[in-house]
């Protein structure tokens, strides 16, 4: 059975500042009661920490970081990209990537519940295409 735990990789804003989010999500957890709340776990900025989770934990990856939801399938992870530009919606056309329109909660509800297996197509000839042309 899967936990219901919420990864949240810290963003390091050191260079504006100091880590804002960071402090305002570890405030909110010391004052609430909400036990779900209290599950959410605060990630190093790091890929070693990222990729720590994503093998030790049940998790699944759901966001709107194109980048970040690969390494979760390079991790067998089930993933769902929120798309927030058109780089996902075009990758998903070509490949069957989960991807869902950013306003579409009915969506992202529905794929939450499901156990939708995944089934990525990838282009292997165009990639060879696109490939070749760096061989001499």
């Known amino acids: 059975q899967k936990v219901n735990i919420m990864l949240i990789i810290e963003k390091s804003h050191d260079h504006i500042g100091g880590n804002?989010?960071?402090i305002e999500i570890k405030q909110e957890k010391k004052r609430s009661t909400h036990k779900d709340l209290k599950k959410i776990e605060i990630l190093e900025p790091t890929l070693a920490a990222y990729d720590h989770a994503l093998s030790t934990?049940?998790?699944?990856?759901?966001?709107?970081?194109?980048?970040?939801g690969i390494r979760a399938l390079q991790h067998k992870r089930r993933t769902l990209i929120i798309e927030v530009d058109n780089r996902a919606v075009e990758i998903a056309r070509?490949?069957?990537?989960?991807t869902v329109k950013r306003d579409d909660l009915v969506g992202i509800k529905r794929w939450i519940g499901s156990e939708t297996p995944l089934a990525?197509?990838?282009p292997w000839d165009d990639i060879k295409s696109w490939k070749a042309q760096f061989s001499s």
């Open 57 to 68: 934990l049940d998790v699944d990856f759901l966001g709107t970081r194109l980048h970040g």
């Open 94 to 98: 070509d490949t069957k990537l989960p």
């Open 120 to 122: 990525l197509t990838l």
């Open 20 to 22: 804002k989010e960071k």
